[in-house]
């Protein structure tokens, strides 16, 4: 079965709104977890390193106020993509890692239109 | 320099064929090491693990050099359905963060 939960797996949204993605770890408590996003025939790119409890890591050049990271809690971390426009239509998907291996989401495939 | 590197390929081989991928990575201190699968559209999987006496899971074997800094990755008799994307994927044990490569892309053909 599933280690980690990510929600929701397709979603089409209007620009100018917000898009609130969600991963879940299922089996194990983590207190990393890891935002990716993926565009077609491309390789996967971290975006953010999601730590529980305090801020989130952002590599360069991904905008802290435009993806928005919560994690609340020792399973869910969130990810939200302010004021959405088509060029943030990609493959977003999430990872936690338990130092054994790493474990996916099912990604969330999001389209701005 | 790139944590892990990978060659993107693509790699088109005949079914049957046996196919090989490296991988390379820059920390000599890293401890943990996987390759993955990626398939269109979908997030990757773990393939397997590979240790340092190597290890065989039916058709696939990975190897890890220490000394060369290197794991790799082979697929005997190539069926259709091992076409994907086989990434590289290095824990350095620094944290909880895994490095990931590029990903190697495989066409078997019929």
Redesign the interface.
Known sequence: GAVVSQHPSRVICKSGTSVKIECRSLDFQATTMFWYRQFPKQSLMLMATSNEGSKATYEQGVEKDKFLINHASLTLSTLTVTSAHPEDSSFYICSATNKRAAFFGQGTRLTVV | RKEVEQD?GPFNVPEGATVAFNCTYSNSASQ?F?W?RQDC??????LM?VYSSGNEDGRFTAQLNRASQYISLLIRDSKLSDSATY?C?V?PNT????Y????TSLTVIP
């Open positions: 993107p943990s996987f993955y559209r979908k997030e990757p999987k773990l693990s990434l994927v824990n944290g909880n963060q895994f990931f490569g590029t990903g």
